[in-house]
Nanobody, 125 residues
Framework: VQLQASGGGLVQAGGSLRLSCAAS????????MGWFRQAPGKEREFVAT????????YYEDSVKGRFTISRDNAKRTVYLQMNSLKPEDTAVYYC???????????????????WGQGTLVTVSS
């Protein structure tokens, strides 16, 4: 599956953005999808993940209550709604796809085998 992320930009602290990740290729079925981010000088970190059916979603602690991951399988698109943004949310955001089944794999970038190109989110204070 090929992925393309979009929707990043510059926003003031407290503002909102919605990221999108469009999938293409022969199959999208069965993939769990995740969002990761990488701030300058830091390692890539897990943000959120959603299962194929959307019945399970997991979030990194610092974004719980502010970010919401969702998907529209008919449109082959995954979203990350980001509210109450903080300067520390500034990063390049990547979407990724995995067939991994368990929780520990879904929050680990090593188990994702398809990645989008990243979209930059900048939150000013």
């Amino acid at each position: 599956v090929q992925l393309q992320a979009s929707g990043g930009g510059l926003v003031q602290a407290g503002g909102s953005l919605r990221l999108s990740c469009a999938a293409s290729g022969r199959t999208f079925s069965g993939y769990s999808m995740g969002w990761f981010r990488q701030a300058p000088g830091k390692e890539r970190e897990f943000v959120a993940t959603i299962t194929w059916t959307g019945d399970s979603r997991y979030y990194e602690d610092s974004v719980k209550g502010r970010f919401t991951i969702s998907r529209d399988n008919a449109k082959r698109t995954v979203y990350l709604q980001m509210n109450s943004l903080k300067p520390e949310d500034t990063a390049v955001y990547y979407c990724a796809a995995t067939l991994a089944g368990n929780y520990n794999a879904k929050i680990n970038a090593r188990y994702y085998n398809s990645w989008g190109q990243g979209t930059l989110v900048t939150v000013s204070s």
